[in-house]
Antibody, heavy 117, light 108 residues
Framework: QVQLQESGPGLVKPSETLSLTCTVS????????WNWVRQPPGKRLEWIGY???????RYNPPLKSRVTTSVDTSKNQFTLKLSSVTAADTAVYYC????????????WGQGTKVTVS | DIVLTQSPGTLSLSPGERATLSCRAS???????LVWYQQKPGQAPRLLIY???SRATGIPDRFSGRGSGTDFTLIISRLEPEDFAVYYC?????????FGGGTKVEIK
């Protein structure tokens, strides 16, 4: 059973870079699109972007200039870096697996709360 | 970008009642890419319905989805205590992937 677990600092200072890691257990990181999704307090879910081990990436345009992602297949992990953060980036950040057969996120991490202050 | 508008914002119902949730897209979308999730407090979203009408693995048959074009509906035929949660629709197509604002189904 595949499980995802986010990790990273819960507090980031304004203008600095938010950095999170998602560890995939119970399965391989290969052959899937891995995503980051966030949920600001009281707001709707917001898709940040996806990456594939092949290097293929796609990001949500409003965030594209600040987002960097990478995958480490040896550790079965992928990472998110969001630069120049502001209070508006305060949110619960989720990693999620995209199931291309069903065109949906079929597995999610539990989420990690990041506060910018 | 395609904007998904969910209504109502909150639905107050009793266990055993039928819940009807709406998701309206700002332009016509392919039902292949219309998805519904359930989210409980402190938990990640859980996939319920994909392709507008197909139940995900392990989802009870009291959950059903329908719709096409710009109007989609999630129906919970008889609410169980564990169904009280927030429900989100989501679309992914040529535009960035987007989520609706959610409908909270609360106990009346």
């Amino acid at each position: 059973q595949v499980q995802l677990q986010e990790s990273g600092p819960g507090l980031v200072k304004p203008s600095e870079t938010l950095s999170l890691t998602c560890t995939v257990s119970g399965g391989s990181i290969s052959n899937y699109y891995w995503n980051w999704v966030r949920q600001p307090p009281g707001k709707r879910l917001e898709w940040i972007g996806y990456l594939h081990k092949s290097g293929n990436t796609r990001y949500n345009p409003p965030l594209k200039s600040r987002v960097t992602t990478s995958v480490d297949t040896s550790k079965n992990q992928f990472t998110l870096k969001l630069s120049s953060v502001t209070a508006a980036d305060t949110a619960v950040y989720y990693c999620a697996r995209w199931d291309d057969d069903h065109k949906a996120f079929d597995i999610w991490g539990q989420g990690t709360k990041v506060t910018v202050s | 970008d395609i904007v998904l508008t969910q209504s109502p914002g909150t639905l107050s119902l009793s266990p055993g009642e039928r819940a009807t949730l709406s998701c309206r897209a700002s332009q016509s979308v392919s039902s292949t890419y219309l998805v519904w999730y359930q989210q409980k407090p402190g938990q990640a979203p859980r996939l319920l319905i994909y392709g507008a009408s197909s139940r995900a693995t392990g989802i009870p048959d009291r959950f059903s989805g329908r719709g096409s074009g710009t109007d989609f509906t999630l129906i919970i035929s008889r609410l169980e205590p564990e169904d009280f949660a927030v429900y989100y629709c989501q679309h992914y197509g040529s535009s960035p992937l987007t989520f609706g604002g959610g409908t909270k189904v609360e106990i009346k």
